[in-house]
T-cell receptor
Framework: GAVVSQHPSRVICKSGTSVKIECRSL??????MFWYRQFPKQSLMLMAT?????????EQGVEKDKFLINHASLTLSTLTVTSAHPEDSSFYIC??????????FGSGTRLTVV | GENVEQHPSTLSVQEGDSAVIKCTYS??????FPWYKQELGKGPQLIID?????GEKKDQRIAVTLNKTAKHFSLHITETQPEDSAVYFC??????????FGDGTTLTVKP
């Protein structure tokens, strides 16, 4: 079946630094990639939607200058958390779809900002 | 926008019993309804999905039913096993668009 490989699975970074999270679709072309944030014991909160080759669409309240999303190819999308602060600590998950024929989630990235 | 409500938030069953989780949605244009299982520290995994042109779908011990008129859909797990213990999320979307998730159900299957 479809697989999305997400890396890193865990990352600890110092406050003020930037962190890049990668999601690769291994056996399908992810025409659209969704990026979510999940707090403990809560549901997934959509941060942004990116279509290959175009700018991401951010949900209300999500700072686009802080959470940079790149979707330069049909198999790779990245989320960069810039100038990270402790309140950015969370579980980040990507989900790719090929024109809506199912959505495949990555395994998630646990970000801890110290 | 779409609003998805999921019940119950927690569910505890004895091994071998059935478990039912229900979701309602608000946008009548939604046409894709997946169910995901999420284990601690992992991303959600699709366990079954249904599209709006189908009323019921079954895959071994798991089934999903959809009532378009009432705008609700349900997940049924029969003969539950301890390894079914996890958080389950329902979602609704349309036309390859973004998904709206329910708040999740923590299922505990007691041996």
């Amino acid at each position: 079946g479809a697989v999305v490989s997400q890396h890193p699975s865990r990352v600890i970074c110092k406050s003020g630094t930037s962190v890049k999270i990668e999601c690769r679709s291994l056996d399908f072309q992810a025409t659209t990639m969704f990026w979510y944030r999940q707090f403990p014991k809560q549901s997934l909160m959509l941060m942004a939607t990116s279509n290959e080759g175009s700018k991401a669409t951010y949900e209300q309240g999500v700072e686009k200058d802080k959470f940079l999303i790149n979707h330069a190819s049909l198999t790779l999308s990245t989320l960069t958390v810039t100038s990270a602060h402790p309140e950015d600590s969370s579980f980040y998950i990507c989900s790719g779809t090929d024109r809506g024929y199912g959505y495949t989630f990555g395994s998630g990235t646990r970000l801890t900002v110290v | 926008g779409e609003n998805v409500e999921q019940h119950p938030s927690t569910l505890s069953v004895q091994e071998g019993d059935s478990a039912v989780i229900k979701c309602t949605y608000s946008d009548s244009a939604s046409n894709y309804f997946p169910w995901y299982k999420q284990e601690l520290g992992k991303g959600p995994q699709l366990i079954i999905d249904i599209r709006s042109n189908v009323g019921e779908k079954k895959d071994q011990r798991i089934a999903v039913t959809l009532n378009k008129t009432a705008k609700h859909f349900s997940l049924h797990i029969t003969e539950t096993q301890p390894e079914d213990s996890a958080v389950y999320f329902c979602a609704a979307s349309r036309d390859a668009g973004k998904s709206t998730f329910g708040d999740g159900t923590t299922l505990t299957v007691k041996p």
